[in-house]
T-cell receptor
Framework: DGGITQSPKYLFRKEGQNVTLSCEQN?????MYWYRQDPGQGLRLIYY???????QKGDIAEGYSVSREKKESFPLTVTSAQKNPTAFYLC????????????FGSGTRLTVV | GQQLNQSPQSMFIQEGEDVSMNCTSS?????WLWYKQDPGEGPVLLIA?????ELTSNGRLTAQFGITRKDSFLNISASIPSDVGIYFC????????????FGDGTTLTVKP
């Protein structure tokens, strides 16, 4: 079955360390997105990519970085510059930019210890 | 940027009751989408609306795309315990590179 896979489900990071969250999709979707969700809050866009080798900053890109070297993969790195990284991170994909619903992964919960 | 106002923020209802939630925007959208998120999981699409005035049902769920293109509502009839979760509305505008703007969500609690 086609879908979008995020790993790991739970991640613990020490302060000052960079950490990379994985997102892989086999839906042949062109566009991919990263969102951050904090308790009681909605979804805030971190980065998005409409095609391979291209990506744009979302509303809260500071302290994060991404790459899109393959259509299937859109990893997110949470750097030490992100001051409050503890959150639930969601990856999503859509068939193409414009007018299509998102398919979400099951999320990664990152905790800084 | 565009913002969505989703209400209510939370709802506590008895099993069997009907539920209504809505989203409003100061600007128009071309597409309205409703998602449900179970605890610890990613949101899942419930209903997609593509035309102003469109009314669409999916089982016990009914959603409508407002005539003005600035609002949408979602109704759930005869709620059951598995309806518990967070419901998000999302709007898309073709000129915004297909990015969705999300509401802050409505948290639904159903008491048996």
């Amino acid at each position: 079955d086609g879908g979008i896979t995020q790993s790991p489900k739970y991640l613990f990071r020490k302060e000052g360390q960079n950490v990379t969250l994985s997102c892989e999709q086999n839906l042949n979707h062109d566009a991919m997105y990263w969102y951050r969700q904090d308790p009681g809050q909605g979804l805030r866009l971190i980065y998005y990519s409409q095609i391979v080798n291209d990506f744009q900053k979302g509303d809260i890109a500071e302290g994060y970085s991404v790459s899109r070297e393959k259509k299937e993969s859109f990893p997110l790195t949470v750097t030490s510059a992100q001051k409050n990284p503890t959150a639930f991170y969601l990856c999503a994909s859509s068939m193409s930019p414009g007018g299509y619903s998102y398919t979400f992964g099951s999320g990664t919960r990152l905790t800084v210890v | 940027g565009q913002q969505l106002n989703q209400s209510p923020q939370s709802m506590f209802i008895q099993e069997g009751e009907d539920v209504s939630m809505n989203c409003t925007s100061s600007s128009i959208f071309n597409t309205w989408l409703w998602y449900k998120q179970d605890p610890g999981e990613g949101p899942v699409l419930l209903i997609a609306l593509y035309k102003a005035g469109e009314l669409t049902s999916n089982g016990r769920l009914t959603a409508q795309f407002g005539i003005t293109r600035k609002d949408s509502f979602l109704n759930i009839s005869a709620s059951i315990p598995s309806d518990v979760g967070i419901y998000f509305c999302a709007g898309q505008l073709y000129t915004n590179a297909g990015k969705s703007t999300f509401g802050d969500g409505t948290t639904l609690t159903v008491k048996p």
